[in-house]
């Protein structure tokens, strides 16, 4: 029996913004999504949050917090995944692609101008979450 995964996805706010990034790699391809990954054996979801933010965009986050919890089930590609969502603040360092074959590009975006398309695990949370996506 395949068993769900467990990933955690980061928000990283500065300035009323936070980071996305475009996937690349056959899970997800083109669409946007916040810095993540799995959780690794042992790690806190917090430590899981900073080490991803910090492989995958050299950018060093504090104030890390849980925010919830979506259910991914992708049934083209036959995957099952619970996403943690965290959110952070930028502490420091320039956002850059530093694992070019998770994303092909890395930017600061708004909840009003988001681009498209967005990976499944964040359309669940617009969905479960609404209140978020409306802007602030």
């Given at each position: 029996?395949?068993?769900?995964?467990?990933?955690?996805?980061?928000?990283?706010?500065?300035?009323?913004?936070?980071?996305?990034?475009r996937?690349?790699?056959?899970?997800?391809?083109?669409?946007?999504?916040?810095?993540?990954?799995?959780?690794?054996?042992?790690?806190?979801?917090?430590?899981?949050?900073?080490?991803?933010?910090?492989?995958?965009?050299?950018?060093?986050?504090?104030?890390?917090?849980?925010?919830?919890?979506?259910?991914?089930?992708?049934?083209d590609?036959?995957?099952?995944?619970?996403?943690?969502f965290?959110?952070?603040?930028?502490?420091?360092?320039?956002?850059?692609?530093?694992?070019?074959?998770?994303?092909?590009?890395?930017?600061?975006?708004?909840?009003?101008?988001?681009?498209?398309?967005?990976?499944?695990?964040?359309?669940?949370?617009?969905?479960?979450?609404?209140?978020l996506?409306?802007?602030?």
């Open positions: 029996m395949n068993r769900p995964s467990v990933g955690v996805g980061v928000f990283v706010f500065k300035d009323g913004e936070f980071l996305l990034g996937r690349v790699g056959k899970h997800g391809y083109g669409t946007w999504c916040v810095p993540g990954g799995h959780l690794e054996y042992g790690e806190t979801f917090e430590e899981a949050a900073a080490r991803e933010v910090m492989e995958e965009t050299g950018v060093k986050i504090k104030n890390i917090r849980f925010y919830t919890a979506v259910n991914n089930v992708f049934h590609e036959k995957k099952h995944s619970i996403t943690i965290m959110f952070s603040d930028w502490a420091s360092g320039e956002p850059k692609v530093m694992e070019p074959d998770k994303f092909i590009d890395i930017d600061w975006y708004d909840f009003k101008n988001l681009p498209k398309p967005l990976f499944l695990a964040l359309t669940q949370l617009q969905k479960a979450k609404p209140e996506f409306v802007g602030k």
